[in-house]
Structure formats: structure tokens, C-alpha cells
């Protein structure tokens, strides 16, 4: 079974800076994916960026990118140029992309505060 | 762009009562995954389908059954309501081995 690890249950960064969010997984498979979600009040789950593992390259949306470290399995999350509206529940998941279907297995979540 | 829909979007029940909540997928997306989410925690995956059989499974209550209909919308169906059913109940849809997009869930409420 892959399990999903969010070390920070809360970070705060101010507006304009960088932030980066941690988040480790452990699995056996080969063929897999993960992402981030983010979860405003509105509590709507919102894809911000997703990474291939058999891609080396590190996927990057906008002000969104990730470092994608599979030695390490590690996957975390930056955050450029943060705005007020980034504040959100952010949540890191796998997906087994083996087998069609497969569930997203998320992290605990991370609570990011933006300040003024 | 269509998204997922849910519906209702709220959802009161007493104990022992049963609730049926729908999703509408993305149109041509081939794939359905139902989530439950409580106050304070991460989403829990329920159960999937595929092309309108199920693909995997989760820690799915043997009280609550669902099923994906020939057009592709699935329903979740929930008996017996207890306290600790109520949350958010999220579908998502995704076109086979791509990124699954959620909709704007159903908060059912047991009173």
C-alpha cells in the first residue's frame, strides 16, 4: 500500500514571497503519479499541478512548480510570487498508474496562510 | 469548460435513513471515483468504476453501494445513515490514467 506524508500541517508565507511545501511517499510500483490539490474554504479539491514518475524533469505550472527527487521519493511543492488567493489546504497524492481506475492516495494536508 | 456535478449539494438525514447522491462525469471521461471527506481530514477514497464496472475499491462501508449507468453518471448509494457519515462526499472523473477532476461535493449532514 503507498502512504503520503505532509510533514507541515501549517506554514505561512508573505505576499510576493516563495514558499515550498513538503511532501514524502513511499510505494513499491514503478509506474505512478502524483500531485498537488489545493482545497480553498470553498472546500472545492483544485488540481494545480501533477508530475509523471518516469519523467526526470520537474513539471511546472505558472508560478507552480515541483521537485521531484524518486530516489528520495520525495515531491514537494513551490510556490512563486504567492498571492492572498493561494491560501488553501494543499494536498499532496499518488496515483498507481497501472492499473485504470486507480485511487488518489493524499497526504494530510498542509494549511498555507498568505499575509499581507 | 463542464465539470463534475453533484447533486444535492447539501443533504439532511436522520439515523437509519438513506441518501442517494449522483455525479455527472466530464463529458467522455471514462472513469468515476466517489471520496469521503470529514471535518479536519484529507480525502478517503470509497470506490471506483471504469467503463461502468468497478476498478478498485476502498474502505467502502458494506452499508453503502454504488453503481456507474450506461451514460457514464454513477450513484452512490448510502443505507442505514449513522453520525459519523456525515461529510463531504466528493466524484471525480478522469480520462483513463490522466488526472482525476473533482467536483463540488455533497455535505451530508445525520442528525
Known amino acids: 500500500a503507498q502512504t503520503v506524508t505532509q510533514s507541515q500541517p501549517e506554514m505561512s508565507v508573505q505576499e510576493a514571497e516563495t514558499v515550498t511545501l513538503s511532501c514524502t511517499y513511499d510505494t513499491s510500483e514503478s509506474d505512478y503519479y502524483l500531485f498537488w490539490y489545493k482545497q480553498p474554504p470553498s472546500r472545492q479539491m483544485i488540481l494545480v499541478i501533477r508530475?509523471?514518475?518516469?519523467?526526470?524533469q520537474n513539471a511546472t505550472e505558472n508560478r507552480f512548480s515541483v521537485n521531484f527527487q524518486k530516489a528520495a521519493k520525495s515531491f514537494s511543492l513551490k510556490i512563486s510570487d504567492s498571492q492572498l488567493g493561494d491560501a488553501a489546504m494543499y494536498f499532496c497524492?499518488?496515483?498507481?498508474?497501472?492499473?485504470?481506475?486507480?485511487?488518489?492516495?493524499f497526504g494530510e494536508g498542509t494549511q498555507l496562510t498568505v499575509n499581507p | 469548460a463542464a465539470g463534475v456535478i453533484q447533486s444535492p449539494r447539501h443533504l439532511i438525514k436522520e439515523k437509519r435513513e438513506t441518501a442517494t447522491l449522483k455525479c455527472y462525469p466530464i463529458p467522455r471521461h471514462d472513469t468515476v471515483y466517489w471520496y469521503q471527506q470529514g471535518p479536519g481530514q484529507d480525502p478517503q477514497f470509497l470506490i471506483s468504476f471504469y467503463e461502468k464496472m468497478q476498478s478498485d475499491k476502498g474502505s467502502i462501508p458494506d452499508r453503502f453501494s454504488a453503481q456507474q449507468f450506461s451514460d457514464y453518471h454513477s450513484e452512490l448509494n448510502m443505507s442505514s445513515l449513522e453520525l459519523g457519515d456525515s461529510a463531504l462526499y466528493f466524484c471525480a472523473s478522469s480520462l483513463t490514467y490522466n488526472e482525476q477532476f473533482f467536483g463540488p461535493g455533497t455535505r451530508l449532514t445525520v442528525l
Open positions: 508530475q509523471e514518475a518516469y519523467k526526470q
Open positions: 497524492a499518488f496515483m498507481n498508474g497501472e492499473t485504470s481506475g486507480s485511487r488518489l492516495t
